[in-house]
Each structure stands twice: as structure tokens, then as C-alpha cells.
């Protein structure tokens, strides 16, 4: 008796990313390959960064967020609100992973089959080892790319910082904590407890 054994189109995926691990330069193609990893991987420059898996904490306040805005968004039908993983293309060759991203509907079409176009809001929730590229690198991209609103949200001070884009660049609209409601410019009206948002850190403590 022969057996035979049928990949899936993951198993596939997965042998090709395997294959290429050694790639001194990724092309876009190599790089979207790697999307059934379930990992969170950026391109930049032909260079892939390769994180961490992110902590229950910061799952945690994630799922808040994005709960907080699917249901304001979803309630109004302005849009849809993602998650990561999910590479986002801001320009060809650069591939970022949000925590969070709003598409308003009237940009649904830059929501494709194996990545996403430039979100509306992007939000990232800071840890240790990734914030200086938040705050720093990616910062500047998601203006350079057009994204109207970023949050930054620091779980170690509690506080979400929300900066808008004007010209090229962000400015910063409000800092809010403890006690606080976190206001969107872009989603005019949206706004959330910061103490809801961060009650999930104390969650599995």
C-alpha cells in the first residue's frame, strides 16, 4: 500500500518560509509567505524584524481595545476594526504589524486577501522591548504613510497618548489616564475609560 501525503496550502506556505529563512534580502512576495506562521514579523528594506510573542498582559489590554472600538465602530457601520497579525503595507516593501488598526469604510478596499493598505487608526500598545521603534521609527512611518490617528498606549504608566497628523506629521491631541476618558479626533464622539482599558493588566494577577 502506498500513502500519500497532501500538503495544505499552509504546509506550503510553511516550506517556503522555512526555505528562505536564510534570504539575505526579502522581496514582498517571500515575506507574505511567511503570514501562516502566526507570528508577528515586519519587512522593512528587504530586512525582516522577527519579535517576541507578545505577553498575556499585553493581549489582554488588545482585546480590550479592540472590543472597545469594533463595538462603536460596528454600531455606527463606519468601518471595521483589525488586529494583529496581520501585515499592513505602507509602501512597497515596508510591512508593519499593528496591535490594533481601524479601516473607515470608505478605504474597505484597502483591506486585500493577504494584507492590509494604510489603516485610518493605528493603535500600539508599548512594551519593553518595542517601544523605542513605537515611539521612534514607527512613529515617523505611519505619518509618512498617512495614518490619521495613532494611539501609543504605555501599560506601565497607564496613560494613551493620542496624536493626530497634520502636514506630515503627528501632533499630540490629548494624554489621558487613570480616571480619564481616552477621546478619538478621528472617530468623533468615540471615547473609552482608560480604567476599562487598563483593568485588563490586573486581570490575570
Known amino acids: 500500500m502506498v500513502v500519500t501525503s497532501v500538503k495544505t496550502g499552509l504546509e506550503h506556505e510553511k516550506e517556503l518560509a522555512f526555505s528562505l529563512i ?60 483589525l488586529f494583529a497579525p496581520m501585515p499592513v503595507r505602507l509602501w512597497p516593501g515596508k510591512f508593519r504589524e499593528p496591535d490594533v488598526m481601524v479601516y ?36 515617523t512611518e505611519y505619518a509618512m504613510a498617512g495614518v490619521s490617528e495613532y494611539w501609543l498606549v504605555d501599560p506601565e504608566a497607564r496613560i494613551i497618548q493620542v496624536f493626530v497628523l497634520k502636514d506630515d506629521h503627528f501632533v499630540l491631541t490629548g494624554q489621558f489616564g487613570p480616571g480619564q476618558m481616552v477621546r478619538s479626533t478621528l472617530l468623533s464622539g468615540c471615547e473609552a475609560p482608560t480604567d476599562t482599558i487598563f483593568s485588563a493588566v490586573d486581570e490575570g494577577r
Open 104 to 139: 473607515l469604510a470608505e478605504h474597505s478596499d484597502r483591506i486585500g486577501e493577504r494584507y492590509g493598505g494604510v489603516p485610518d487608526l493605528v493603535v500600539e500598545v508599548l512594551s519593553p522591548g518595542t517601544q523605542h521603534l513605537d515611539r521612534g521609527i514607527k512613529f
Open 22 to 81: 536564510f534570504e539575505t534580502y526579502w522581496t514582498e512576495d517571500a515575506y507574505l509567505a511567511l503570514s501562516g506562521l502566526n507570528r508577528l514579523i515586519e519587512l522593512s528594506e528587504g530586512r525582516l524584524t522577527v519579535y517576541s510573542m507578545p505577553t498575556p498582559e499585553h493581549q489582554r489590554i488588545v482585546r480590550q481595545l479592540s472590543r472597545l472600538l469594533e463595538d462603536w465602530v460596528a454600531e455606527r457601520g463606519i468601518g471595521e476594526v
